[in-house]
């Protein structure tokens, strides 16, 4: 097995040098091909180490147990059947997601907008996002998940469809379709696969069985996004990818349309109540509260990051480096994947969840506080951002499961909004004072935040 792991990884290698060559790529980009190949191996190597640890763990249940019940096996099989069907509709969600983030820039510089022009539609997105987040959550949970997810299908396609038009305030109205996409997209998907999950009467493991596969999956459909968003701008331009997002959220209508069935947070309660009750519930129980806030401020780093890390990469290299961000892109996208395949470890040494958050919560301050020191050092800084990522593949699994087990089912929905607004308002604060701050700056930010983060989980654990 040494041996073959070793030829393995040495061919994989090669095929990245070999390909970098090809392409007539200059040694500091052959370095980032290498990057991408080391990090494959040790997701490959984790995956394959993770799988061969539960395999022994559960041949060991099974010899301490008499049998396997026909009722066991037959919630087996409803399980692995109602897994595929929600993951395989999430990917293609998230695919169209991933699909258009790396060329908005792109399309608007080709309409011939200034970058303070391209500003002001991110922030509309995040304002609507902020506005209409507050409720659609609770609409959704009294009218129906399904309903919204098709919904959500339609508005986000729409935003992305619009685009076609070079018209400044139909540009703004599709940010501001995206702003609501956004916030049904990170709840009522979710929301409508927690309940039916606990209709079904799986279990907490399966629960986190689904949440791990659901980041390593999107870390995979992220990579084949890039590339495919790259093909759609060689055939059709920069709007390219956004047609193909179009397309893929018209798909997953569809299969939203006959597999999924509808289920409810409380059909028979007004929106009022439903919003009001979810506003009580973060008052009066405190862990959801410091739930809510925790996510809030890791989630508001993660969209700083995205602002950030490649300006940060262009000061420390030298000006005559062309420096190759979708490789960078994909490394990030396979650090998540070892995130996720850590959360199944860890899981299956029996770290709680709560343990499992305190360490990415440290690491993820730990990859903010040391760029401040080396703000100028390309290498470092490239592996302070692959531990964050690493960090973000193990806060989805294990924060989806920390939701799981505190959220209440009837406004689930809800109260995943209401998470987004403060959120919004750390990510808008530091967006609109972005281009006076200094990379260092906000690294130190980020930090402070990140350990206030940990401070937050540990009252958290005490209540």
Same mark, same amino acid.
């Given at each position: 097995?040494?041996?073959f792991?070793?030829?393995?990884?040495s !061919?994989?290698?090669l095929?990245?040098i070999?390909?970098?060559?090809?392409?007539?790529i200059?040694?500091?980009s052959?370095?980032?091909?290498l $990057?991408?190949?080391i990090l494959?191996?040790?997701?490959?190597?984790?995956?394959?180490?993770?799988?061969k640890?539960?395999?022994?763990n559960?041949s060991?249940?099974?010899?301490?147990?008499s049998f396997?019940t026909?009722?066991d096996e037959?919630?087996?099989?409803d399980f692995?059947k109602f897994?595929?069907k929600?993951?395989?509709i $999430?990917?293609i969600?998230?695919?169209?997601?991933?699909l258009q983030?790396p060329?908005?820039y792109?399309l608007?510089?080709?309409y011939?907008?200034?970058?303070?022009e391209i500003a002001?539609?991110?922030?509309t997105?995040f304002m609507s996002s902020?506005?209409f987040?507050?409720?659609?959550?609770t609409?959704a949970?009294?009218?129906?998940?399904?309903?919204f997810?098709?919904?959500?299908?339609? #508005?986000y396609g729409?935003a992305?469809?619009?685009? #076609?038009?070079?018209i400044k305030? #139909?540009?703004?109205t599709s940010?501001?379709f995206?702003?609501v996409?956004t916030?049904l997209?990170h709840s009522?998907?979710?929301a409508w696969m927690?309940r039916e999950?606990?209709k079904?009467?799986f279990?907490?493991?399966?629960?986190e069985n689904i949440?791990?596969?659901?980041v390593y999956?999107n870390?995979i459909?992220?990579i084949?996004?890039?590339f495919?968003?790259?093909?759609?701008?060689?055939m059709?331009g920069?709007?390219?990818?956004f047609?193909?997002a179009g397309i893929?959220?018209?798909?997953?209508?569809i299969?939203?349309?006959?597999?999924?069935e509808?289920? $409810?947070?409380?059909s028979?309660?007004d929106v !009022?109540?439903?919003?009001?009750?979810?506003?009580?519930?973060l008052?009066?129980d405190?862990?959801?509260?410091?739930?809510?806030i925790i996510?809030?401020?890791?989630?508001?780093t993660m969209y700083?990051?995205?602002f950030l890390?490649s300006?940060?990469l262009?000061e420390?290299?030298s000006i005559?480096?062309?420096?190759?961000f979708g490789?960078?892109?994909s490394?990030f996208?396979? !650090?998540?994947?070892?995130g996720?395949?850590l959360?199944n470890y860890f899981r299956?040494?029996?770290?709680?969840l709560y343990?499992?958050?305190?360490?990415?919560?440290s690491?993820?301050v730990l990859?903010f506080?040391?760029?401040?020191?080396?703000?100028h050092?390309? $290498?470092?800084l490239l592996i302070?951002f692959?531990?964050?990522?690493i960090?973000c593949g193990?806060?989805?699994s294990?924060?989806?499961?920390i939701?799981g087990?505190?959220?209440p089912?009837n406004?689930?929905?809800s109260?995943?909004?209401f998470?987004?607004?403060?959120?919004?308002?750390?990510?808008?604060?530091?967006?609109?004072t972005? !281009?006076s701050?200094s990379?260092?700056?906000?690294?130190i930010?980020?930090?402070?935040?990140?350990?206030?983060?940990?401070?937050?989980?540990?009252?958290?654990t005490?209540k």
């Open positions: 097995v040494f041996f792991f070793f030829f393995f990884s !061919s994989i290698l095929l990245f070999k390909i970098a060559l090809f392409m007539d200059d040694f500091e052959v370095e980032h091909y $990057y991408f190949g494959i191996i040790i997701v490959v190597l984790f995956k394959l180490f993770v799988g640890k539960k395999s022994k559960d060991g249940d099974n010899k301490n147990s396997s026909e009722k037959q919630l087996k099989k692995s897994k595929y929600y993951l395989t $999430y990917y969600v998230m695919g169209a997601d991933w983030g060329y908005f792109n608007y510089h080709s011939g907008y200034e970058k303070h002001v539609f991110f922030l997105g902020m506005i987040g507050t409720f659609v959550g609409i949970d009294k009218y129906g998940r399904k309903r997810s098709i919904l959500c299908g339609f #508005i729409f992305c469809f619009i685009k #076609i038009y070079n305030y #139909i540009l703004i940010h501001i995206s702003g996409g916030s997209l009522v998907y979710e927690m999950h606990q079904k009467n279990t907490n493991e399966q629960m949440s791990m596969n659901a999956g870390g459909v992220a084949f996004s890039g495919l968003a790259t093909y759609l701008v060689n059709f920069p709007i390219g990818p047609y193909g893929l959220l018209c798909l997953s209508n299969s939203i349309l006959f597999l999924w509808e289920n $409810y947070g409380n028979k309660i !009022s109540s439903t919003f009001s009750n979810a506003f009580d519930t008052k009066k405190v862990k959801i509260f410091y739930l809510g996510q809030a401020i890791f989630e508001g700083i990051f995205v890390w300006p940060s262009s420390a290299y005559d480096v062309e420096i190759p490789v960078i892109f490394c996208m396979v !650090s998540i994947m070892i996720s395949t959360f299956s040494n029996n770290y709680s343990k499992i958050s305190f360490i990415l919560l690491l993820s990859s506080c040391v760029p401040i020191f080396f703000i050092n390309p $290498y470092i302070c692959f531990l964050f990522e960090c193990l806060y989805f294990t924060f989806m499961s939701r087990r505190l959220v089912e406004i689930r929905a109260i995943s909004n998470f987004r607004v403060p959120l919004n308002l750390f990510v808008l604060t530091v967006l609109l972005i !281009s701050l990379s260092t700056t906000i690294f930010i980020c930090t402070s935040v990140s350990v206030l983060n940990v401070l937050l989980l540990h009252q958290l005490k």
